[in-house]
T-cell receptor
Framework: GAVVSQHPSWVICKSGTSVKIECRSL??????MFWYRQFPKQSLMLMAT?????????EQGVEKDKFLINHASLTLSTLTVTSAHPEDSSFYIC???????????????FGPGTRLTVL | AQSVTQLGSHVSVSEGALVLLRCNYS??????LFWYVQYPNQGLQLLLK??????LVKGINGFEAEFKKSETSFHLTKPSAHMSDAAEYFC??????????????FGGGTRVLVKP
């Protein structure tokens, strides 16, 4: 099956620094990638949808300047948490999807997640 | 718009007993429905999905789910729980390409504890 990787799997940073998380589709071309945030013992909340070669679409309440998303190629999307603060500590999960013509729905394949801890 | 409600944030079952996780959805058009499993500090793994066709869907690890349009439900079951089934389970819905950009909406999750 389709494989999505994330790097790093965990990261600890100091308050005020920026952190970049990578999401890669390893064996398919991901025309769309999604970024989710998950707080402890809670569900996944969609942060943004990223289409290759265009600007990301952010969900309501998600700060665009805080969470920078780049989807420069069909296999790579990055999420940069700028000027991170302790409240940004969370589990970040990406998913990737290949758009196939004539199909009403395409499955999202999830990465293993990145745990961010901001001190 | 679509939404998902999972009844029960925690479920405790004995090993060998039936596992039943409840999911109800709300959507303006017939949805596509999914169950995912998440183990600690890991991403989501697809258990099964209902996109078209049969109302009873079989998935991996012995799980199955029944789509009941009249009840707007998609409950997940497994006849006999195993210790390895202890995890968090999420029900999710999407309306497909025609609406909401094929975004997934997740339920709140149900944590399953399996007692020996």
């Amino acid at each position: 099956g389709a494989v999505v990787s994330q790097h790093p799997s965990w990261v600890i940073c100091k308050s005020g620094t920026s952190v970049k998380i990578e999401c890669r589709s390893l064996d398919f071309q991901a025309t769309t990638m999604f970024w989710y945030r998950q707080f402890p013992k809670q569900s996944l909340m969609l942060m943004a949808t990223s289409n290759e070669g265009s600007k990301a679409t952010y969900e309501q309440g998600v700060e665009k300047d805080k969470f920078l998303i780049n989807h420069a190629s069909l296999t790579l999307s990055t999420l940069t948490v700028t000027s991170a603060h302790p409240e940004d500590s969370s589990f970040y999960i990406c998913s990737a999807r290949e758009k196939l013509a004539g199909v009403p729905y395409n499955e999202q394949f999830f990465g293993p997640g990145t745990r961010l801890t901001v001190l | 718009a679509q939404s998902v409600t999972q009844l029960g944030s925690h479920v405790s079952v004995s090993e060998g007993a039936l596992v039943l996780l409840r999911c109800n959805y709300s959507s303006s058009v017939p949805p596509y429905l999914f169950w995912y499993v998440q183990y600690p500090n890991q991403g989501l793994q697809l258990l099964l999905k209902h996109t078209t066709g049969a109302t009873l869907v079989k998935g991996i690890n012995g799980f199955e789910a029944e789509f009941k349009k009249s009840e707007t439900s998609f409950h997940l079951t497994k006849p006999s729980a195993h210790m390895s089934d202890a995890a968090e389970y999420f029900c999710a819905v999407t309306l497909g390409w025609g609406a909401a950009g094929n975004k997934l909406t997740f339920g709140g999750g149900t944590r399953v504890l399996v007692k020996p």
